[in-house]
T-cell receptor
């Protein structure tokens, strides 16, 4: 079974600065998907960015980018020019590419609470 | 606008009572999921369904039941057998092809009276 580990329960960053959130995972599969979700105080889960493991190029979405290191099984999220609205709980998630059974589920890490300081 | 609607936003359960959480989506997604979130923790899968009239247990299905009679709807019943139901419940849906990112509803907070 796959596991996802977020070793930083809490992080803080000054407004306009850059912060990196860590995520590692354990899998025996060679192809899979990785995601970062944001959960603000409203509790809605919002997809931030996604990465397909077979793609070597790191995904970017505006101020959000990832550092995907497949050999190290690491998938960190970098937030540039941090804004007050970025304050939220951030979850890393893994999904298999196998199309049958429970492999379709997302496996989530325990989350990192990000505080943005004005 | 397309999306996922969960209701109610807050729900209270008495001892021995079954309660049903509603989840409706108009995204034309085949797959739907129910997750439970406890304070300070990630999401854990309760049940999922990849097609109408079919569903599978997730990691923590005991004390819960679901149905999938329509593509758009995936209600979750929290039964009296679930001894610790207080949590935040999230419903999600996705396509079944490609990268299959899941889209989430706004959640239901269930508490014990």
């Amino acid at each position: 079974a796959q596991t996802v580990t977020q070793s930083q329960p809490e992080m803080s960053v000054q407004e306009a600065e850059t912060v990196t959130l860590s995520c590692t995972y354990d899998t025996s599969e060679s192809d899979y998907y990785l995601f970062w979700y944001k959960q603000p105080p409203s509790r809605q889960m919002i997809l931030v960015i996604r990465q397909e493991a077979y793609k070597q190029q790191n995904a970017t979405e505006n101020r959000f980018s990832v550092n995907f290191q497949k050999a190290a099984k690491s998938f960190s999220l970098k937030i540039s020019d941090s804004q007050l609205g970025d304050a939220a709980m951030y979850f890393c998630a893994y999904r298999s590419t196998i199309s049958s059974g429970s492999a379709r589920q997302l496996t989530f890490g325990s989350g990192t609470q990000l505080t943005v300081l004005p | 606008d397309g999306g996922i609607t969960q209701s109610p936003k807050y729900l209270f359960r008495k001892e021995g009572q079954n309660v049903t959480l509603s989840c409706e989506q108009n995204l034309n997604h085949d797959a739907m999921y129910w997750y439970r979130q406890d304070p300070g923790q990630g999401l854990r899968l309760i049940y999922y369904s990849q097609i109408v009239n079919d569903f599978q247990k997730g990691d923590i299905a005991e004390g819960y039941s679901v149905s999938r009679e329509k593509k758009e709807s995936f209600p979750l019943t929290v039964t009296s057998a679930q001894k610790n139901p207080t949590a935040f419940y999230l419903c999600a849906s996705s396509t079944t092809r490609g990268i299959v990112a899941q889209h989430f509803g706004d959640g239901t907070r269930l508490s014990i009276l």
